[in-house]
């Protein structure tokens, strides 16, 4: 006679994979390739200077409008609540070096810029005003559609941002597919992975989006034995071992959480 645990874990772990693959496709995704570092983003951290915390969301509220008249996609953003010490955490779509930086599209930036009245050049040294530390690093992310569809809606965020043993960062990358078709076996939302080109050291991050502050926070419906379960299916030795083997692979790591701004 068949386990009736057993097979209902089966079942909710095949409802996850199942879930993964509808969402990439409503994404408009290829299946197989929605969720894969195939979309070139800059991940830019801001922290403000003291007193200018306001000053600089207001700066780039006012940019997104020429960002978005120039035809570049409007970037995504948030601020930080708790965690590193960062304020802002800025992903701009690029979609590869080259056709961000083609002739034609820098054309069009200066142009949208110059209508606003604020060259690229006095928007930086604005920036530079309102910023006491600045860090940049170029990610290899999901496709475009796939992020817009995760961030839809949603109004809590969740990074956790990772640098890698040496050698470790294919095998990282694996562990975080892992836990995210653990994650979606409890009816948690997928967790988007980037993985770094250049510029800062760090290797990869996840990136989680919520309704709330509840919606991240809510409980996982399955039991201890549909847990463990799910926990080896998605290929943990068990779910007490998901987060010993991810520090078997890591350097160090950092945990953010933040809120959309209005």
């Known amino acids: 006679m068949r386990n009736p ?4 874990t089966k079942l909710i772990v095949a409802s996850a994979l199942v879930m993964i693959l509808t969402t990439m496709a409503a994404a408009g995704g290829d299946e197989t390739q929605a969720t894969k570092p195939i979309y070139l983003y800059k991940t830019t951290f801001l922290r403000a200077a003291p007193g200018k915390l306001l000053d600089l969301i207001a700066l780039y509220k006012e940019r997104l409008a020429v960002i978005e008249a120039s035809g570049d996609a409007r970037p995504f953003w948030w601020r930080h609540t708790q965690g590193d010490q960062w304020d802002l955490m800025i992903l701009t779509p690029m979609g590869s070096y080259a056709e961000y930086y083609a ?12 209508a606003a009245g604020l060259a690229w050049a006095d928007f930086g040294r604005k920036l530079d005003a309102c910023v006491s530390w600045k860090e940049d690093v170029f990610v290899y992310g999901p496709a475009l559609e796939f992020v817009k569809k995760q961030f839809e809606g949603m109004a809590y965020f969740h990074i956790e941002i990772m640098v890698s043993l040496p050698g470790k960062q294919t095998e990282l990358y694996k562990e975080r597919e892992m836990e995210d078709v653990y994650g979606v076996a409890q009816g948690r939302p997928y967790n ?28 996982s419906p399955l039991s201890k034995e549909q847990r463990e379960e799910a926990a080896k299916k998605a290929g943990f030795e068990s779910a007490d071992a998901i987060g010993p083997y991810m520090r078997t692979l890591i350097d160090f790591h950092r945990d953010t959480m933040g809120v959309a701004i209005k």
């Open 5 to 8: 645990m057993r097979l209902t």
């Open 103 to 114: 002739t034609a599209r820098i054309t069009k930036r200066d142009r949208a810029a110059a």
């Open 192 to 219: 988007m992975i980037f993985v770094r080109d250049q510029g800062a050291n760090w290797d990869i991050y996840t990136l989680g989006c919520y309704r709330d502050l509840q919606h991240w926070a809510q409980p």
